[in-house]
């Protein structure tokens, strides 16, 4: 049993860990054991669609689809969701790893790991057949492999993983070029660290920081073709199934649908070709945006043909920029109103009681689908999993799992204090060198005080991308949140090195 006698001081170092990651374990056990084979979402079908008919989509890319695609030998959407699961639980343990080996303290990467193993609606969200669960451990292992010691490997890896990311989710092609710029950013200060110890020690430390001058560009070179090249030939499958040039071809008629909560016609004053998307109505009596690309009576789906032609969405998209010209500063408030119902307390039903219904575990099985292209995904999913693909809710599992979220989950509100937290922790010590006269001592630096900026930098983007180019949804909010709870743990002094 030397074995054991090894493991056991480590077990005891780690144990408040160990305990959030056993219970997140039990949580998933029992969500599986209560909702059998999975849950369903809308967007659930066109994924099985695409991963039984690989053709790229015009509204998601194909990244998920592949994802089950590769597990479809199995036939079976439970082992997809406890795959989702296992993700959700390694999510957690790269949380507390990086925090851990930044030398911050074991409680507080316990705390950050909390909300990404624990929250009810996380787990939830693992439990249904959509991309988040695979996009936030992409995104969250790309910001940790980025918070290793700058190389060409770890760039590339990085760059990797983004890529993968955004073949998951759109939402991930801004933030490559947001990793370029925190990348160099951080590699520089750590080069001018290094150069400042070579200055101290001298000799063999400064030759040996010579050979690695440039290393910033080389590394941001790396990353960016290794996430651009895979997204690029994503690009290409896309131009020879659709013949347009990008990922998706919806992007205006989104872009369209969150104008609309403001575009007034008579500010725009658009061409006749463009009025025919206008609505009369007042914003305040407005359905929310989403309507505007779903529903059968909204001005763009009204058009001929499919909502996604390339002449339509692009009449969309010149639409959606004639609004946001005319009218910047109404874009500005709706977008600051979307953003701002991330931190509200609870969860008040938005933007509608349907897709809401959709992130809380239900009590009995779900209807089956009524719209055409969910009754087609339900043939292809029948085809993937070699039989019935209903839901089946046992008791008592079920039941403790909507006990369990009805009362364990974040509320919005104490997310926003945590993303406060680095920024303004770091700003107090800058105030107190500067006030100390001691504001030269932090030119080089060890390092940690810039450690929190890329995991806090993504998390502000997943949330203000969504609500400036979409709507708010609350499935948008948990693949930032573990991000902002590794941001302000990261925000902590280091423990010593003893």
Request: aromatic content about 12%; hydrophobic content about 50%.
């Amino acid at each position: 049993m030397s074995w054991l006698r090894r493991i056991a001081p480590w077990a005891r170092r780690h144990r408040w860990f160990l305990g959030v990651l056993g219970l997140g374990a039990a949580l998933r056990i029992v969500t599986m054991l209560g909702y059998r084979p999975a849950l369903w979402f809308p967007d659930s079908y066109s994924y099985v669609v695409t991963a039984m008919r690989p053709k790229p989509d015009l509204v998601r890319p194909a990244g998920y689809s592949m994802f089950l695609r590769l597990l479809e030998p199995l036939h079976d959407f439970g082992f997809v969701v406890l795959t989702q699961h296992v993700l959700g639980l390694l999510t957690g343990v790269m949380i507390y790893v990086a925090v851990i080996r930044r030398r911050r303290p074991l409680w507080a990467g316990a705390l950050a790991s909390a909300p990404v193993l624990l929250d009810a609606y996380q787990v939830q969200l693992e439990h249904l057949l959509v991309s988040d669960a695979l996009f936030t451990f992409l995104i969250v292992a790309a910001v940790f492999v980025a918070l290793r010691p700058l190389t060409w490997r770890t760039a590339v890896a990085t760059g990797l993983l983004l890529a993968a990311a955004t073949l998951t989710r759109t939402v991930g092609l801004p933030l490559v070029a947001a990793f370029a710029v925190l990348l160099l950013w951080y590699g520089s200060r750590a080069a001018g660290k290094a150069a400042a110890s070579a200055d101290d020690t001298g000799g063999q430390a400064g030759t040996a920081q010579g050979s690695r001058r440039g290393l910033p560009w080389r590394v941001v070179g790396a990353f960016l073709a290794a996430a651009l090249v895979p997204v690029v030939a994503y690009g290409g499958w896309f131009w020879a199934a659709h013949h347009r040039v990008g990922l998706v071809g919806s992007n205006g008629a989104f872009l369209y649908a969150r104008t609309m909560s403001f575009a007034d016609c008579r500010v725009m004053r658009p061409p006749a070709d463009l009025a025919v998307l206008c609505d009369d109505r007042p914003p305040a009596r407005r359905p929310p945006s989403q309507d505007y690309v779903w529903d059968p009576d909204s001005p763009l789906v009204r058009l001929p043909g499919i909502t996604f032609l390339s002449e339509t969405d692009a009449l969309a998209g010149r639409f959606a920029w004639l609004a946001i010209r005319s009218q910047p500063l109404d874009y500005v408030a709706t977008t600051v109103d979307e953003f701002a119902r991330t931190f509200v307390w609870g969860r008040p039903v938005y933007p509608d009681a349907e897709v809401y219904g959709y992130y809380e575990f239900p009590s009995k099985t779900p209807a089956p689908p009524g719209r055409h292209p969910a009754v087609v995904g339900t043939r292809f999913a029948e085809i993937y999993q070699r039989g019935p693909i209903s839901t089946r809710v046992v008791e008592p599992f079920a039941g403790v799992m909507r006990a369990y979220q009805s009362v364990v989950f974040l509320p919005g509100v104490l997310l926003l204090p945590v993303l406060l937290f680095p920024p303004l922790a770091v700003a107090a010590r800058w105030a107190r060198r500067l006030v100390a006269s001691r504001g030269a001592a932090s030119r080089t630096g060890d390092g940690w005080r810039l450690a929190w900026a890329v995991p806090w930098a993504v998390a502000v983007l997943l949330l203000l991308i969504p609500a400036a180019t979409a709507e708010f949804d609350y499935r948008y909010v948990l693949p930032a949140t573990p991000l902002a709870f590794l941001a302000a743990a990261l925000a902590l002094r280091p423990r010593s090195r003893r």
